[in-house]
């Protein structure tokens, strides 16, 4: 059986809260691909990118769906159940 992501139900429709990632945006700093809150709006960058603010995020507020936010993704990642699925746009 595969993993099933049991966090649906916290999925709001949201506002990003910037154009790029927030706390590097804030540092003047870089990332390598973005993610996008699905609970909050929050955007931060992924995990390759050095300063995992995305990650950050889930550990700090405990929300754990983010989706691409990037052009032509269409895929969102529950931190909490370690699983990917297409995206509910």
């Known amino acids: 059986m595969s993993p099933r992501c049991t966090h649906h139900n916290q999925i709001h ?9 927030e706390e590097c945006l ?4 870089t990332w390598v691909h973005l993610r996008l809150c ?33 052009r032509g993704e269409d895929w969102m990642w529950c931190y909490e159940d370690r699983v990917t699925m297409a995206s509910p746009r």
Do not use: W, Y
């Open 38 to 70: 699905l609970i909050c709006g929050h955007v931060g960058c992924c995990d390759s990118s050095k300063n995992k603010h995305a990650s950050k995020h889930f550990h700090a507020a405990g929300h754990p769906l983010v989706r691409s936010f990037e």
């Open 26 to 29: 804030q540092m003047g700093d």
């Open 13 to 21: 429709e949201v506002t990003p809260s910037a154009d790029g990632c």
